[in-house]
C-alpha cells in the first residue's frame, strides 16, 4: 500500500516502522497489537502520514496519555511555532538539561555585520553558536544551503573575545539545530567541516528523539491533557518543559482548572518524567 507524507511524496507504507513508533513511545506488545487491530482495518490507498497519525494517536490516548505524549512528540514540536520562538527556548532548556550554560536573544557584533543569535551555549572551555532552523511541515527536510550560511556566520564571529556567562571568550564550535530532517548534503557537508547538527533522525543514537526520552525534555505542548490555548497560555509564562510545570505547580493557576482536571495534567506530567519507559 502506498502513502503520502507530509511532504505530499507518495512511499511504501512499512508496518514495521508504526509497530516501532508505537514500542518507541512505551507501549507494551499488547497495547501495540491493539492499535494495529483498530487502525489497519482503516487504512487506504493514499492515506496520509497525518491521518495514520492521529487514529494511532486517538488509540493510545485510549490506553494511557503519556504513552499518547510521547508518541505526539513530533508534532509537539511543531506545535512551538509557528515563527520557532519557542523551539529555540525549548533547545535552550534541553542544553541547561544536559550540562550546559546557556543564552537566548544576544546581538553579537561580528567581523562584517550583527548577527542576532539563537542560542549561545557554553559547556567547560567550550562556546557555541546555537542556530535553530524550525519547519511548521514535519516532513521538511534543511538543504545544504544552510549549513553554508552557518557556517558563514561562525567564521564572521571568530577569534573576537566577547563579554558572555560573565567572563570574556570566543566562539569555538557551531551547531545546526532543525525539528525536521536534513538533506544528505547537508550531513556530508557539515560533517566535513565540523558544524555540529540534531535533527529529528540526525545524529542516529543521539537524535531529538532519543536525546528527549533518555532525559524526559518533553516540550510542555506534547500533554494531552490541555487543550492547544492552555499550552500556549503556558508558553506565555515560559514554561517550556513539562518537568518545569510538574516542579512548578502553581503555574497551573493561571489556567483556572479545578482539581479534578489539575490531577489529571500532574499525572501525566509526572509519567512523562520517568525516562525509563514502560507500559
Known amino acids: 500500500m502506498k502513502i503520502k507524507n507530509n511532504a505530499g511524496e507518495t512511499v511504501e507504507f512499512e508496518i514495521s516502522k508504526l509497530e516501532n513508533s508505537l514500542r518507541n513511545s512505551g507501549a507494551g506488545e499488547q497495547s501495540v497489537k491493539r492499535v494495529l487491530e483498530i487502525v489497519l482495518p482503516k487504512c487506504f490507498e493514499g492515506i496520509t502520514t497525518g491521518e495514520l497519525y492521529k487514529m494511532a494517536f486517538e488509540e493510545l490516548k485510549k490506553i494511557s496519555n503519556s504513552v499518547a505524549a510521547r508518541y505526539s512528540l513530533k508534532k509537539a514540536l511543531l506545535e512551538l511555532g509557528p515563527a520557532g520562538f519557542y523551539f529555540e527556548q525549548w533547545i535552550s532548556r534541553v542544553f541547561q538539561n544536559i550540562g550546559y550554560k546557556t543564552e537566548t536573544g544576544q546581538l553579537i557584533k561580528g567581523h562584517s555585520v550583527t548577527h542576532e543569535a539563537d542560542v549561545i551555549a557554553k559547556k567547560n572551555d567550550?562556546?557555541?553558536w546555537v542556530e535553530c532552523k524550525f519547519r511548521n511541515a514535519g516532513d521538511t527536510k534543511i538543504s545544504v544551503?544552510?549549513?553554508m550560511y552557518v557556517l558563514s556566520r561562525i567564521k564572521d564571529i571568530s577569534d573576537i573575545q566577547y563579554n558572555l556567562f560573565g567572563t570574556k571568550t570566543e566562539f569555538t564550535d557551531g551547531w545546526l539545530i532543525t525539528n525536521t530532517y536534513f538533506t544528505?548534503?547537508?550531513v556530508a557537508f557539515s560533517e566535513y567541516y565540523g558544524l555540529r547538527l540534531?535533527?529529528?533522525?540526525?545524529?542516529?543514537?543521539?537524535n531529538i528523539k532519543s536525546l528527549v526520552d533518555q532525559n524526559a525534555l518533553y516540550p510542555i505542548t506534547c500533554l494531552t491533557t490541555l487543550e492547544g490555548k492552555q499550552k500556549q497560555k503556558l508558553l506565555e509564562k515560559k514554561c517550556v518543559l513539562v518537568k518545569e510545570?510538574?516542579?512548578n505547580q502553581n503555574l497551573l493557576n493561571v489556567l483556572e482548572l479545578n482539581q479534578e482536571k489539575k490531577s489529571e495534567v500532574l499525572k501525566e506530567a509526572k509519567e512523562l518524567m520517568i525516562t525509563k519507559i514502560s507500559e
Do not use: G, V
Open 126 to 128: 567550550k562556546t557555541y
Open 145 to 147: 544551503t544552510t549549513p
Open 184 to 186: 544528505k548534503d547537508s
Open 198 to 206: 540534531l535533527s529529528w533522525d540526525y545524529p542516529k543514537d543521539k
Open 245 to 247: 510545570l510538574f516542579n
